[in-house]
């Protein structure tokens, strides 16, 4: 059983920075891309970033320059850098990873449960 626990949301003024980790537990063969989404109220659920497993790295163009997501392989982990941070993107963010477990032939996506971030003064 693969799960995914996310951290680091919460509340911030616009121009603030948050932090945000999530780290996979259970029995994983191979970690491939990684990656955040998030879902704001009345939307759809939208692409963040992503970054393979050669960390090669993709963002939205409204967080380009302003996010960073990077990896820890040993920890099977998956952080997520906001800075600048401006009221849109209010949203609660969902960590995935696309990953082998232990016994599997085939790659499957795992979601985390979302952590709120709010940017409001």
């Known amino acids: 059983q693969v799960q995914l626990v996310e951290s680091g949301g919460g509340l911030v003024q616009p121009g603030g920075s948050l932090r945000l980790s999530c780290a996979a537990s259970?029995?994983?063969?191979?970690?491939?891309?990684m990656g955040w989404y998030r879902q704001a109220p009345g939307k759809q659920r939208e692409l963040v970033a992503t970054i393979t497993s050669r960390r090669s790295t993709n963002y939205a163009d409204s967080v380009k320059g302003r996010f960073a997501i990077s990896r820890d392989n040993a920890k099977k982990a998956v952080y997520l850098q906001m800075n600048s941070l401006k009221p849109e993107d209010t949203a609660i963010y969902y960590c995935?990873?696309?990953?082998?477990?232990?016994?599997?032939?085939?790659?499957?996506?795992?979601w985390g449960q979302g952590t709120q971030v709010t940017v409001s003064s």
């Open positions: 259970g029995s994983i063969f191979r970690l491939d891309a």
């Open positions: 995935k990873i696309v990953a082998f477990a232990s016994g599997s032939s085939y790659s499957r996506d795992y």
